[in-house]
């Protein structure tokens, strides 16, 4: 049945119709679409929606609704087929959440934020939320992506090691054994200035002995030897007569001079000859 209706002028069509020219038609049910109008003497003709369409209401359609397309390039995932009665229905992906939800559809899909090394998982993402992300805590590192935790850092004194370098964020604290080489070395270096020290205090006194003591070349020779040996003669008392002039002797010995200015610091001098001038008198006849 046709029916018209005329509101001030105007034709309008009850609930159920739909408007075509001057004519009010009846409704194709939902999955079918019209195939012909109806006319004056017939009424609409309808027939169902085709594989890849749906119709999801009364309609007075000549075509059906194309189901919608899932892209998984767009982290986009079929949650529920398309039939001839309801569309396609499109959640996302794992490691994705919808961004734009419309319903229980999701025209929208965003990668899920990764919770980097220097982080933390504070609160997992869900299919509509982001995951939530924090920063390790000072003293407490992280080194894998989405770590649900954050380990403290190392402490080297603990185990008796120096630190080699502080921890971070990402990184733990990196120790290294305690340096006992140099204590050692130091130690050894020591040793050897002692005794070196020592050898070289007994070596003084031996020094000082051998020219101060009864062999030495203060005491090895009588004062008139001393007198004599002028260059390398003795002296003649006859050759000496009527010349009435004093004679220098020159003494070489092999005591260091600086050995005796040094005698009261204890310390010694590296030369090897002692020389003397001692004035004697001529006497003349």
């Not at 679409?33 to 749906?54: D, L």
């Not at 965003?110 to 869900?126: A, D, N, W």
């Not at 070596?203 to 009864?214: H, I, S």
């Not at 005698?263 to 000859?273: E, K």
């Amino acid at each position: 049945m046709i029916q018209k209706t005329f509101v001030m002028g105007e034709e309008t069509c009850s609930q159920g119709e739909y408007k075509t020219g001057t004519l009010c038609c009846p409704m194709c049910q939902p999955a079918t679409k019209v195939y012909r109008h109806c006319t004056e003497m017939s009424s609409t003709t309808c027939i169902p929606c085709v594989e890849g369409t749906y119709m999801d209401h009364p309609n007075g359609l000549t075509e059906c609704f194309k189901c919608k397309f899932c892209d998984r390039g767009m982290g986009l995932s079929e949650k529920q087929s398309c039939t001839y009665f309801k569309n396609t229905v499109c959640g996302c992906q794992s490691g994705f959440f919808c961004a734009e939800l419309k319903r229980d559809d999701c025209d929208l899909c965003q990668r899920q934020s990764v919770c980097e090394p220097g982080y933390y998982l504070k609160k997992p993402g869900t299919e509509t939320t982001d995951t939530v992300c924090e920063t390790c805590p000072d003293g407490t590192f992280s080194t894998e992506n989405m770590s649900e935790k954050c380990k403290p850092w190392t402490k080297c004194t603990d185990l008796n090691m120096d630190e080699l370098k502080s921890g971070t964020p990402s990184s733990d604290s990196l120790c290294k054994k305690k340096n006992i080489i140099v204590p050692i070395a130091l130690g050894i270096i020591i040793s050897l200035l002692l005794l070196i020290s020592g050898l070289c205090v007994l070596y003084c006194k031996r020094k000082r002995k051998l020219c101060f003591g009864p062999d030495s070349c203060f005491n090895k020779n009588s004062p008139r030897e001393m007198h004599e040996k002028v260059e390398g003669h003795p002296l003649n008392p006859v050759n000496m007569e009527g010349q009435g002039r004093s004679v220098i002797v020159n003494m070489k010995r092999t005591v260091n001079s600086s050995l005796a200015k040094d005698n009261d610091s204890g310390m010694h001098s590296s030369g090897t000859d002692c020389d003397f001038i001692a004035p004697v008198e001529e006497t003349g006849r």
